[in-house]
């Protein structure tokens, strides 16, 4: 079974930059649709962008939209999102999420996700 790990979490200030990866091992990604998630303390997962693997389409939330880009590297079977001109306002723990039943989709509800890795915390400064 497929795992997730996500790392590149951090602080910064506002206006910096991030990128974030979200590795799997187990499994090969070509048929899933990856996303990733954002939670804040006392707040719902948000739906952040999501790529299909096989396809390469892309999806983001209209408050990132245009600020972070999420790609795939197919050799080391590695999701990524980059972070750009940072508001505190995206401060959150960032879960990476696969959908097994994706084929291509791109879902933005977590209820249709799968499999998840156990975050990484990015804190953007004012």
């Known amino acids: 079974q497929v795992q997730l790990v996500e790392s590149g979490g951090g602080l910064v200030q506002a206006g910096g930059s991030l990128r974030l990866s979200c590795a799997a091992s187990?499994?090969?990604?070509?048929?899933?649709?990856m996303a990733w998630f954002r939670q804040a303390p006392g707040k719902v997962r948000e739906f952040v962008a999501a790529?299909?693997?096989?396809?390469?389409?892309?999806d983001y939330a209209d408050s990132v939209k245009g600020r972070f880009t999420i790609s795939k590297d197919n050799s080391e079977n590695t999701v990524y999102l980059e972070l750009n001109s940072l508001k505190p306002e995206d401060t959150a723990v960032y879960y990476c999420?696969?959908?097994?039943?994706?084929?291509?989709?791109?879902?933005?509800?977590?209820?249709?996700?799968?499999?998840w890795g156990q975050g990484t915390q990015v804190t953007v400064s004012s």
């Open positions: 790529i299909a693997w096989s396809s390469g389409r892309t």
């Open positions: 187990g499994r090969t990604l070509r048929r899933y649709t």
């Open positions: 999420a696969a959908d097994l039943e994706g084929y291509g989709g791109l879902a933005r509800t977590a209820n249709e996700y799968d499999l």
